[in-house]
């Protein structure tokens, strides 16, 4: 079967008439919309993915560094460590700036400290 060629597709186009133009356009917007929700579906699904991952990642960090920065806040970057400290201001713009994929930012408490409950 042959190509054809946009320009000769255009010119097809160009001897429409406008009810068949305006045909085309809706055929082409429902087109579109098909090829945004299988895009969306595909993304939705590697995303999913990606979020496993980097809740994994996290979670083997946490496992592993927590005691070192016990009460102070720490920014992840999956399982890399982007910033941390006291002040949590200061460690979530030192977050943002690094411009990060997958952020995590959170306060690490002393769970030794006993809880009597209210």
Do not use: C
Not at 78 to 97: I, N, Q, Y
Request: no cysteine; hydrophobic share 35%; charged share 40%.
């Amino acid at each position: 079967m042959a190509h054809t060629t946009f320009e000769q597709a255009i010119e097809v186009v160009s001897a429409l008439l406008p009810e068949d133009k305006e045909r085309l356009r809706e055929w082409l917007d429902e087109q579109k919309k098909q090829n945004g929700r299988q895009q969306d579906e595909e993304t939705h699904e590697e995303r999913l993915k990606r979020i496993e991952e980097t809740h994994k990642k996290i979670h083997a960090w946490m496992k592993e560094n927590r005691s070192k920065y016990v009460g102070e806040w720490v920014a992840l970057d999956g399982d890399r460590l982007v910033a941390h400290g006291k002040d949590g201001d200061e460690v979530s713009k030192e977050l943002k700036a690094a411009n990060t994929k997958s952020p995590f930012f959170s306060f690490i408490d002393d769970d030794d400290i006993p809880f009597a409950g209210w």
